[in-house]
Nanobody, 115 residues
Framework: QVQLVESGGGLVQAGGSLRLSCLAS????????MYWYRQAPGKQRELVAS???????TYADSVKGRLTISRDNIRNTVYLEMNSLKPEDTAVYYC?????????WGQGTQVTVSS
């Protein structure tokens, strides 16, 4: 059973930091790009960051310089380091990957940033 399990969300004050983790099971992690998305209340889900198997990264303009995506290919885990958090970063954060043409999503982890 292929699964993506996110963790690390929580409540933090503006300017604070969090680190999200996404553990991938099965064989979907190796050789596949990994993505972090987020969905705020009343808004569409948006791509936050991505990382290729060899570590190349991309970021949404709204998070550049504050969020960092990384991956551990031994632990089958992708991380999202979140610094200088703003209230507008409040959302459910989801991990995603595509393996053998199938799309996989995690269950999401809530991040709430208070002003």
């Amino acid at each position: 059973q292929v699964q993506l399990v996110e963790s690390g969300g929580g409540l933090v004050q503006a300017g604070g930091s969090l680190r999200l983790s996404c553990l991938a099971s099965g064989s979907i992690f190796k050789g596949n790009a990994m993505y972090w998305y987020r969905q705020a209340p009343g808004k569409q889900r948006e791509l936050v960051a991505s990382i290729t198997p060899d570590g190349r990264t991309t970021y949404a303009d709204s998070v550049k310089g504050r969020l960092t995506i990384s991956r551990d290919n031994i632990r089958n885990t992708v991380y999202l380091e979140m610094n200088s958090l703003k209230p507008e970063d409040t959302a459910v954060y989801y991990c995603r990957t595509i393996a053998a043409t199938r799309v996989y999503w995690g269950q999401g982890t809530q991040v709430t940033v208070s002003s």
